[in-house]
């Protein structure tokens, strides 16, 4: 069974998880800690198999009260990795700090598959804090060098790449932690040289993942010290926003020179940082407004570019070329990096021209896999609903396939035949409460304005439906009714 599971781990999982930005990590740096570390070794072994069980649709009801045989298996070997860490956790030497890292990372993504969403959490939250007092202890690697080739081939720089990167990704849907201590220790925009050339696509997104750190850590300094009303900001707050955006312009001109590179070596990765290049434009031109949902109109022309973008990496992946290299007949497609999911989850939930909006919620229906923290229909339901939510009563008279079909792609391009959507009917500091696990409960939290000052909290509750493998809205009792 373990050298089977082995086998998988090396011509399935490695291959597939990483997706679009495989990195020395998952190709190198994992199997030389299997070969030599216990508690990797039976974490591998924990991750292949619930990996190769996500791929197999089992029923869930059939499964909720007693494990299976292969849930048995992830079990055991989950609980050896941890027994195997406790000398780890003793010692706390560099060496010791490293596998407990790498066990722990390889944990998050087991639970990611699992559907163990907290349990993730946990592990992620608890490897960032050890990351923090590692990188503040040793000094290996500075804020610099981290973004800089051929440094980022390094053990402790594969071991942050991959901490960033589910932090980030969490973040999106409004998880992960405040923020990575060392990943603020500058500016953002000082580790891009002028005239620096990307060598790689992670490279570029590690760059990039940066920059979206110091865009979060800002709006949640907004969140922290003003008041929806306010209309004024402190020097400091629109001094950093303004350096994100000084920072966001040169990484673009590094991304334009560098495009051959980029190409040749991930023509997919290529294409994905654009599309979060633009949606970090949005967010960075919003950050210090987090109350004001109607910013968000002016940025209708990115929204179209995303979505066009979106749509043509889409056709990209099923296309001849890539089908038997990206997607397996005996596997899920879930990866466990970023894709598509936050992009369009983000065009869904803040762009509220109709057309536009119902087109990213129609292209969300058309995925199931999961990329890390994002559950494709979990995600679906949730975006649904807050469309739903703001749309409610606005567009009844409004026919939106016959207003699509009477306008020519010239006309598209502005949507000035759709009423806009009132201020008073968007959501806004969306938040997602996610479950335990599959038997659990989703919750969403949002308010919107009802006043000069007055806001109406709103909750909504997802159950996942075991029958239709998707993730439905939860009967709301007589109190909650309204809320």
């Not at 924990?46 to 069980?53: D, F, I, T």
């Not at 907290?118 to 290996?140: V, Y």
């Not at 869904?348 to 494709?376: F, M, P, Q």
């Not at 599959?438 to 909750?459: F, N, P």
């Amino acid at each position: 069974d373990e050298s089977r599971c082995l086998e998988w781990f090396t011509h399935r999982t490695v291959p597939k998880l990483p997706g679009a930005f495989k990195f020395g990590f998952w190709d190198t740096l994992v199997f030389q800690a299997v070969s030599k570390e216990p508690a990797v070794l039976h974490a591998v072994l924990a991750l292949s198999s619930a990996h190769k069980r996500e791929g197999l649709c089992i029923d869930t009801s059939a499964t909720k009260y007693i494990p299976d045989e292969q849930q048995q298996f992830t079990l055991r070997h989950y609980i050896k990795a941890i027994n195997c860490l406790q000398p780890h956790f003793s010692t706390r030497d560099s060496l010791s700090i490293r596998v407990a890292l790498v066990t722990c990372l390889i944990f998050v993504y087991t639970e990611y598959l699992r559907g163990h969403y907290k349990t993730s959490n946990t592990h992620l939250q608890n490897g960032l804090r050890l990351l923090n007092e590692f990188h503040a202890r040793s000094g290996a690697i500075d804020c610099y060098s981290l973004f800089q080739e051929p440094c980022c081939d390094s053990v402790d720089a594969w071991i942050i790449q991959a901490f960033i990167r589910l932090d980030v990704q969490a973040k999106y849907l409004g998880q992960g932690s405040e923020y990575l201590d060392f990943m603020l220790e500058s500016d953002a925009s000082k580790s891009l040289s002028p005239g620096l050339i990307f060598q790689s696509c992670n490279q570029a997104r590690q760059h990039l993942d940066r920059l979206f750190n110091h865009i979060f850590h800002l709006n949640y300094e907004c969140r922290s010290q003003l008041c929806p009303q306010d209309q004024s900001y402190p020097s400091a707050l629109l001094a950093k926003q303004q350096d994100i955006q000084n920072g966001l312009a040169s990484w673009h001109q590094a991304y334009k020179t560098s495009k051959g590179i980029l190409k040749n070596k991930g023509p997919i990765g290529y294409l994905i940082l654009r599309i979060y290049y633009t949606m970090a434009l949005i967010m960075a031109d919003n950050c210090l407004w987090p109350a004001d949902e109607s910013r968000y109109d002016v940025h209708t022309g990115s929204f179209v570019l995303m979505m066009k973008q979106l749509k043509y990496v889409r056709s990209l992946t099923q296309s001849p070329t890539f089908v038997g290299i990206l997607h397996y007949s005996d596997m899920s497609s879930s990866v466990a990096d970023l894709g598509a999911l936050p992009a369009v989850f983000y065009v869904a939930v803040k762009c509220r021209v109709r057309r536009i909006r119902h087109d990213a919620i129609e292209y969300l229906n058309s995925l199931t896999h999961k990329e890390g923290i994002w559950n494709a229909p979990m995600v679906t339901c949730i975006a649904r609903d807050i469309v739903r939510i703001e749309e409610a009563g606005f567009y009844e008279d409004y026919d939106i396939a016959k207003e699509s079909a009477l306008r020519n792609d010239a006309d598209k391009k502005n949507d000035t035949l759709e009423p806009a959507l009132p201020e008073s009917h968007k959501l806004r500091d969306v938040q997602v409460e996610l479950p335990g696990d599959y038997a659990g409960t989703v919750t969403l939290k949002c308010e919107r304005r009802r006043g000069s000052s007055d806001w109406q909290a709103i909750t909504r509750q997802y159950r996942y439906d075991e029958k239709t493998r998707t993730w439905v809205e939860k009967e709301r009792t007589q109190s909650s009714i309204g809320c």
